[in-house]
Each structure stands twice: as structure tokens, then as C-alpha cells.
């Protein structure tokens, strides 16, 4: 029960922070940046609950960009988000039953099931743009809670694969801010 409170309040201070920071009209990268540092957990189980949720959101948002889109460079960017975040998430599954955990499957926070809501809603260039934007959002809070479990965590092999996930991140981010919209 405890765990299920932790993870519970780790999830909507995560959201609420990360909409707030969108609702005020600045940056929403850095909002959502400082918002993601600020709470990301140390406790396996809800880091990867939070882990998961992240890569579902890539997931299902970069299947939507396969719909709705029309950048080539975007629609490559959207089949790598699939595939690796396919394969984040099985690894920090095993992580996590390496430890002896039972992690529930992946669920979006209220913020990502928003953010889906609103690519939902478009098509085409305003698609593209809205995606990239929440793209970037996403994966600097990915890069934030990977970077801080990595450092702080307290499962050894949940460390390992929050380490192993930085560099995969850093690059969606590099590849990101490299596409022309």
C-alpha cells in the first residue's frame, strides 16, 4: 500500500509540475526540465513507473506521428522513438525483475494522456510541430529522470539501465533539435 502512495504522489507531483510549467507560457522544455529534476524519484518502483510511462508516451505518440504526420525526417525520428523505447522498456522491466520486483505494465500520467489528446486533434504541419515540441518536452524529462535515478537510485541494476538510457536519450535529443520543421 505504501508503495502504491509513493508511486501515486511521484506521478501527479511529475504532472501537475510539468503542466503548470506549461500553463504559464514559458518554456515548456524548461519548465518541464526543471520540473522533472526536481521530482524524480529514487525509489525503484516508481521511478519505473515513471520510466515506463515515458516510453509509452514515445510510443504512442510516435504511432500517431505514422497517422497524422507528413515529415519524412519526423516519420524516421517517430519509427526510432518505437523501436527504442520498445527496447528501454523491456530493459528496465528485466532491470527491475533482476531486483526482484513485480512492475506493473506501463501507463501514461494524466500529462502524457493530455499530450495525446492534443496531437489527436491535428494534421499534417500542425501535427509535425506540436509532436517535435512535445518530443523535446518529453525527452528532456526522460534525460532528467534517468540521469537522476542513475545518480541516486536505490536498486544497483535499476542504476544500470537508468545509465544505459541516458546516452539513448541524449541522442533522441541531438537527432531532435537537428530536424527542420
Keep these: ?10 506521478a ?11 500553463a504559464d507560457g514559458g518554456s515548456t522544455a524548461q519548465g518541464a526540465s526543471r520540473a522533472a529534476a526536481d521530482m524524480t524519484p529514487e525509489a ?10 515515458s516510453d509509452l508516451y514515445e510510443i504512442q505518440s510516435s504511432q500517431l506521428h505514422h497517422q497524422r504526420g507528413e515529415n519524412p525526417q519526423l516519420h524516421a525520428f517517430a519509427q526510432m522513438m518505437i523501436d527504442h523505447h520498445t527496447q528501454t522498456t ?18 501514461l ?28 518536452t518529453a525527452h528532456q524529462m526522460a534525460l532528467e529522470l534517468h540521469q537522476n535515478y542513475a545518480r541516486s537510485g536505490d536498486t544497483p541494476s535499476l542504476k544500470g539501465s537508468a545509465a544505459t538510457a541516458v546516452p539513448i536519450v541524449q ?4 537527432q531532435l533539435r537537428g530536424i527542420q520543421l
Excluded: N, W
Excluded at 501527479?12 to 506549461?22: N, V, Y
Excluded at 499530450?115 to 499534417?124: D, E, K, P, S
Design 90 to 107: 523491456a530493459a528496465t522491466m528485466a532491470a527491475a525483475r533482476t531486483a526482484g520486483l513485480t512492475p506493473p505494465p506501463p501507463a
Design 1 to 10: 500500500m505504501t508503495t502504491k502512495l509513493v508511486l501515486a504522489a511521484a
Design 171 to 174: 541522442q533522441h535529443l541531438t
Design 44 to 53: 525503484a518502483l516508481p521511478y519505473v513507473a515513471m520510466a515506463g510511462a
Design 109 to 136: 500520467m494524466p500529462m502524457q494522456r493530455e499530450m495525446i489528446a492534443r496531437l489527436q486533434a491535428l494534421q499534417g504541419a500542425a501535427f509535425d510541430r506540436e509532436y517535435a515540441s512535445q518530443q523535446l
Design 12 to 22: 501527479a507531483a511529475l504532472s501537475l509540475s510539468a503542466c503548470t510549467s506549461m
